[in-house]
């Protein structure tokens, strides 16, 4: 099974660990361009539909709560799950 992973290259999280981050109403976002206002963007319900996306060049809103990474627009690596952690 893949999962999809972004370490963050540089400043003072660096090297921190996004996930793909459900929004309230339980969707994940997939943008066209890296800005999150994005009218192209598309809302999944599955990571497995977001890999698809990531795979067609779309961008994806990730964050890391545990140590309060607010939601980021990035292009996220796609990885084994034995790899992702």
Same mark, same amino acid.
């Given at each position: 099974?893949? *999962?999809?992973?972004?370490?963050?290259? /540089?400043?003072?999280?660096?090297?921190?660990?996004? =996930?793909?981050? /459900?929004?309230? $109403?339980?969707?994940? =976002?997939?943008?066209? *361009? +890296?800005?999150? +206002? $994005?009218?192209?963007? =598309?809302?999944? %319900? *599955? @990571?497995?539909?977001?890999? $698809?996306?990531? %795979?067609?060049?779309?961008?994806? %809103?990730?964050? +890391?709560? @545990?140590?309060?990474?607010?939601?980021? *627009?990035?292009?996220?690596?796609?990885?084994? =799950?034995?790899?992702?952690?």
């Amino acid at each position: 099974m893949q *999962t999809l992973v972004y370490i963050v290259p /540089r400043g003072k999280r660096a090297g921190t660990a996004l =996930r793909p981050h /459900r929004f309230a $109403d339980g969707f994940f =976002r997939a943008h066209r *361009t +890296n800005s999150r +206002n $994005d009218p192209e963007g =598309r809302r999944c %319900r *599955t @990571e497995a539909e977001l890999i $698809d996306l990531v %795979r067609l060049g779309y961008h994806v %809103r990730m964050s +890391n709560p @545990e140590v309060g990474h607010a939601p980021s *627009t990035v292009k996220p690596e796609i990885a084994s =799950r034995g790899e992702a952690q």
